[in-house]
């Protein structure tokens, strides 16, 4: 069978996680893969550790990434690095807020955009998808600024992680 | 199907099957991994309201399916317990529009107090259990379940698990259903009214609606073949079948989807194709169980494998029979109040007056944790009455005098009014004190309305009820309400107040949920502004 990827998205509650992986969801379902994604949430207060997983292919069973077998880590805080690198598989790739310089987003809260811009680049997504999907989950006076933080996320990922 | 293709996670999958199948009132309570199938389905156009609790929601929509209407009730697992009364006999009757309750269970219990089991309850109640492996199967178990439920005139469960409410899959839709037929109500006194003299020919009724039901599933119910080898067969159901065939794709493998009544022969006409069979499901051994009491061959999982959800990982353990220890993942942070949230202060005041802190369930449990360590007992909504006034009753004076009763407004409503009406009706030779932490919405579940807040569902406007009213006049001696905001430091003088006198005492503190407030202050102008054009 044609080889599942699967994406784990982490961080803190209230940095945009979920939001993340819903926009990673939806670029791979408008690129026409079967899609799964799933994440355990439903606590409203805030700062506890989140993680969503992402898997698309031609057809994916479990909703859940398999621990150790995570193609791509993408870590939105640097402390929840750690606590999810188990999740990762050798040799898989490990995206951090990092790529990010500091000061260079207009506005922190898209953070979580601007890395799905770096992930963007280790993915064969067409970039008419991201752009669709992004408009699709955020309300519209988000989308200029969101499409920059993307933007950005790709050249910072070209930069640091030579892709 | 029409050809459209969408990504929608169960709930939401729920919420259209039901929009589809012509359902025409959805009633609930909310509770992770539920909620969001009520509100999608109002916002989707559905019309979804709130109970006060998961009793009611499901006494409302028993009627509403009397009088003929398609009807969803949604809840998470530990709402069927508080609506159990009803459905034990609701299986009795004749429902004349189809009845599909939706039981949200957590297995790994990422937001619950517990993970019970509730296709237990399928067993216990005599009720169909229909259990979707993906969002698909919830859109499409939503529409069959209405359709058994209106064949047999009986309420199915549709038993969901948080990696189905809140997992995102595909979806293809269906044509929706067109039915806008007027209703009127049909008598039917010994199919509805459960005296035993019609209770008994009602439960013989419901044994034989059980029976065609299971021939009907051994024919052509929701079960799904994968022809594989010859060594392993695996009965699976839920999101396990999932796993299971990703965990063991050369098996051969039958997902079951009415899990209740079991289709006995198809599985023992599988088991006899294979060497060797075992049964993957999460949670309780209800259905390996049940197949080795058919006489069923069959392994099932070792014990460790109860405890927590399944995933591939532990699927392949449970193929291999691998009971050595599990890594555990690293802990993550655990969530905490958030800054600037009203239940602060409240659990800094009990933790500095070294109270015995008997708690209830909502975000302000988090006030079990450091720096407040200041909650003493925690079992069920509502919960927080009862178990006080129990404390007060035996401990020593100088004890009992340091109880004190923690509970959410949405709790309150849900479950607090009859602890109430005990600590009037039997109060303790010390009296007791009862905090309501008044913070204007159901915080823990995603901020909703409930009837202390005057809004509906859709946030519009209703009546209010007013905690201050009714623990007046249901006789409570000392009945204060304190403004968090402006005055959180009188908190510490009025409970050293209250504790010291030998009456009963309610204390509503108020202030709205930092996340809520925004929100809040928008459904408030949009009501002014509705009510300045109707003038
Ligand atoms: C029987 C039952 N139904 C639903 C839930 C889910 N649940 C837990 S607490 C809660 C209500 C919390 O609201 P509130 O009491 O207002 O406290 P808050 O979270 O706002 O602090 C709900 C719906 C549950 N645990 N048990
Ligand atoms: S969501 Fe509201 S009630 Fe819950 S912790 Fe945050 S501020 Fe407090």
Redesign the interface.
């Known amino acids: 069978?044609q080889q599942v990827k699967n994406i784990v998205i982490a961080g803190?509650?209230g940095q945009g996680v979920i939001k993340a992986s819903?926009i990673l969801?939806?670029a791979a379902?408008r690129a026409g893969f079967?899609?799964?994604?799933?994440?355990?949430?439903?606590?409203?207060?805030?700062?506890?550790?989140v993680?969503s997983d992402v898997r698309y292919g031609e057809a994916?069973?479990?909703?859940?990434v398999?621990?150790?077998e995570a193609d791509v880590l993408l870590v939105l805080e640097a402390?929840?690095v750690?606590?999810n690198r188990?999740t990762l598989r050798p040799g898989g790739l490990l995206i951090g807020p990092e790529v990010i310089e500091p000061g260079a987003l207009r506005n922190r809260k898209s953070l979580n955009v601007a890395l799905l811009g770096a992930l963007s680049t280790a993915l064969e997504i067409d970039q008419g998808h991201w752009i669709a999907a992004i408009h699709a989950n955020l309300a519209t006076k988000l989308h200029a600024i969101n499409e920059q933080a993307f933007a950005l996320g790709r050249e910072g990922a070209t930069r640091q992680l030579g892709q | 199907m029409t050809g459209e293709r969408l990504l929608l996670s169960g709930d939401d999958a729920v919420a259209l099957g039901a929009l589809h199948a012509g359902v025409r009132l959805g009633t609930g309570y909310p509770g992770t991994p539920s909620t969001e199938i009520l509100e999608t389905f109002d916002r989707l156009g559905g019309r979804a309201q709130w109970s006060p609790n998961e009793k009611v929601a499901l006494e409302v929509a028993c009627g509403s399916a009397f009088a003929g209407a398609r009807t969803i009730v949604t809840m998470k697992h530990v709402g069927l317990n508080v609506a159990a009364d009803a459905l034990f006999t609701a299986t009795h009757t004749d429902v004349d529009g189809g009845l599909v309750i939706v039981s949200a269970d957590d297995p790994g219990m990422a937001s619950s107090q517990n993970e019970q089991d509730n296709r237990h309850y399928g067993r216990a109640a005599a009720a169909p259990v229909l259990e979707p492996i993906d969002s698909q199967q919830a859109y499409d178990f939503t529409w069959l379940g209405l359709e058994l439920s209106e064949r047999w005139k009986i309420p199915v469960i549709l038993r969901l698990t948080t990696r189905i409410c809140h997992a995102k899959t595909v979806v293809r839709p269906r044509r929706p259903h067109q039915d806008a037929g007027a209703l009127s109500f049909r008598r039917d006194i010994p199919a509805r009214v459960m005296i035993p003299a019609f209770a008994k020919p009602a439960h013989r009724r419901l044994r034989q609606k059980l029976a065609e039901i299971t021939t009907w599933n051994e024919a052509e119910g929701p079960i799904e073949e994968h022809q594989g080898s010859r060594e392993l067969g695996i009965v699976a159901t839920g999101v396990a079948a999932v796993h299971a065939r990703e965990a063991a794709p050369e098996a051969s493998q039958l997902t079951l989807g009415l899990t209740y009544p079991l289709p006995l022969e198809r599985i023992r006409a599988f088991a006899a194709t294979v060497d060797r069979l075992v049964v993957i499901e999460e949670g309780d051994p209800v259905l390996v169980d049940s197949l080795r009491a058919a006489g069923i061959t069959a392994e099932g999982k070792p014990e460790q494998y109860r405890f927590g959800e399944l995933n591939v990982a532990r699927v392949r353990r449970i193929l291999a029979n691998d009971t050595s220890p599990e890594t555990e993942p690293p802990a993550g942070k655990p969530p905490e109040l958030c800054p600037g949230c009203s239940h602060r202060a409240v659990f800094e005041t009990l933790r500095d007056l070294d109270c015995i802190v008997s708690g209830d369930i909502g975000c302000y449990t988090l006030g079990v944790l450091p720096p407040f360590s200041a909650m003493d007992t925690c079992v069920c909504m509502g919960a927080s009455v009862g178990v006080g006034l129990g404390l007060r009753h035996v401990l020593p004076e100088d004890e009992a005098r340091r109880v004190v009763s923690v509970i959410g407004d949405s709790t309150f409503v849900h479950s607090g009014l009859t602890g109430i009406a005990e600590m009037v009706y039997n109060p303790p030779a010390t009296g007791h004190v009862v905090l309501i932490l008044d913070n204007a919405t159901t915080a823990m579940t995603g901020q909703q309305e409930h009837p202390g807040t005057g809004r509906l569902l859709d946030h519009s406007p209703t009546n209010r009820i007013s905690f201050e009213s009714v623990c007046t006049s249901m006789g409570v001696d000392n009945v204060h309400v304190l403004d968090l905001h402006h005055d959180a430091a009188g908190l510490r003088p009025l409970l050293e107040d209250l504790l010291a006198r030998d009456e009963t005492s309610v204390v509503i503190t108020r202030q709205p949920c930092v996340l809520a407030a925004p929100k809040i202050r928008l459904y408030e102008k949009a009501a002014a502004e509705q009510a300045e054009t109707q003038d």
Do not use: I, N
Not at chain 1, 60 to 64: A, C, D, G, Q, Y
């Open positions: 069978m803190l509650g819903d969801a939806d379902f079967d899609v799964k994604k799933s994440e355990l949430h439903g606590m409203s207060q805030r700062g506890g550790s993680s994916v069973l479990s909703p859940m398999p621990p150790g402390t929840q750690e606590v188990p």
